[in-house]
Antibody
């Protein structure tokens, strides 16, 4: 069964750091493109970052320079290192696999999704 | 700055048909944006409904369909049911490894 399980969320002070993990099962993180998507309380979804199988990474402007996406192939786990955290980073963070079309081309959608982990930035 | 627009809210009667749209503040949505749609109920992770404009995800009822209507992507629900009452999000791929979500549409079935 294809599954994603996030962990690492919690309460952190403004300016602090936190590392989120997303453990994958049923498929290989290294062979797929993986994203983080967040949702502030009562707000909509916001794409945060992607890492491609070749290692290229991209970020939303709101987190560029503060967040780093990475993976550990041996642990089949995706990470999001979050530094210089701000109150506006408070959100549930979801990891998601990128969709692949039958033609083996990237389909640029997100599926499946993990259950999410809550990050609260507050003093 | 790219903004993806969705109706903040919509209402549909049970059994009725509703079309939610997903547009861009500048320019038109095309299949090259790979529009996808997600359904989310409170406290739950999003569920994929439609990808690549009009392909239903596995297990999604055929009352959900996706298309391009004019210069927007569209999600049509035909024969709405009570449990379709949810938040619906579209996301567009902008190229260069960047995606942008719409603000979401809160659908009420009454």
């Amino acid at each position: 069964e294809v599954q994603l399980v996030e962990s690492g969320g919690g309460l952190v002070q403004p300016g602090g750091s936190l590392r989120l993990s997303c453990a994958a099962s049923g498929f290989s993180v290294s062979s797929n493109y993986m994203s983080w998507v967040r949702q502030a309380p009562g707000k909509g979804l916001e794409w945060v970052s992607v890492i491609y199988s070749g290692g290229s990474t991209y970020y939303a402007d709101s987190v560029k320079g503060r967040f780093t996406i990475s993976r550990d192939n041996s642990k089949n786990t995706l990470f999001l290192q979050m530094n210089s955290l701000r109150a506006e980073d408070t959100a549930v963070y979801y990891c998601a696999r990128g969709g692949i079309l039958p033609s083996n081309q990237k389909g640029n959608w997100f599926d499946p999704w993990g259950q999410g982990t809550l990050v609260t930035v507050s003093s | 700055q790219t903004v993806v627009t969705q109706e903040p809210s919509f209402s549909v009667s049970p059994g009725g048909t509703v079309t939610l749209t997903c547009g861009l503040n500048s320019g038109s949505v095309s299949t090259n944006n790979y529009p996808s749609w997600y359904q989310q109920t409170p406290g739950q992770a999003p569920r994929t409904l439609i990808y690549s404009t009009n392909t239903r995800s596995s297990g999604v009822p055929d009352r959900f369909s996706g298309s391009i209507l004019g210069n927007k992507a569209a999600l049509t629900i035909t024969g709405a049911q009570a449990d379709d009452e949810s938040d619906y999000y579209c996301v567009l791929y902008m190229g260069g490894g960047i995606w942008v979500f719409g603000g979401g549409t809160k659908l009420t079935v009454l």
